[in-house]
């Protein structure tokens, strides 16, 4: 269990503001409990759905949902890093020294940062669409062969 920490801002009106999955607030929540101060957690994807009881596509879902609204940052396989205004810290100068290191386009208190996760949701769905209009195109063309094989045997 962590112990209590300086944290850089409240953000809860802003993680309410962004509608995320219930899932991915769980999972935000669970990351920010077993994190290290500045935010590190070393965790992989199976390990947050069992703490949660969810099924590994669903963890990766909730993760994904957290990395396009920039509150958490997969570093590595099996590495995240909380978004340095949400980490928890040592003291209040750690969470100030880090805040004023973020690049700008990271800060939670940005006037256009639920705008932005509401577009880079679209976008990310917009892939997906073309992911599986593309699959089923390959899909339709393999049988329309298929088809035309069996018809000259």
Same mark, same amino acid.
């Not at 590994?56 to 957290?66: D, G």
């Not at 040592?90 to 020294?97: F, H, T």
């Not at 208190?109 to 892939?127: G, I, T």
């Given at each position: ?23 991915? @607030?769980?999972?935000?929540? =669970? ?41 958490? =940052? /997969?570093?590595?396989?099996?590495? @995240? ?7 928890? @810290? ?9 805040? /004023? ?22 976008? @990310? ?8 209009? /593309?699959?089923?195109? /390959? =899909? ?14």
């Amino acid at each position: 269990m962590s112990t209590l920490r300086f944290a850089a801002v409240n953000a809860d009106g802003l993680l309410a503001d962004l509608d995320l999955p219930p899932a991915a @607030y769980r999972a935000l929540l =669970k990351l920010r409990a077993l994190s290290e101060a500045g935010g590190r957690i070393a965790i992989d994807q199976a390990t947050i759905g069992e703490l949660l009881n969810l099924s590994r596509p669903s963890a990766n879902a909730a993760l994904r949902s957290l990395e396009l609204a920039k509150l958490v =940052k /997969k570093v590595r396989n099996g590495i @995240y890093q909380i978004n340095a205004m949400l980490a928890g @810290y040592n003291s209040p100068e750690d969470a100030v020294a880090a805040v /004023k290191a973020m690049s700008s386009d990271e800060r939670l208190d940005d006037p256009h940062f639920v705008d932005r996760y509401h577009q880079a949701v679209d976008e @990310y769905e917009d892939q997906l669409a073309e992911q599986r209009r /593309k699959r089923a195109a /390959k =899909k339709a063309a393999a049988a329309k062969r298929r088809g035309a094989l069996h018809a000259v045997s």
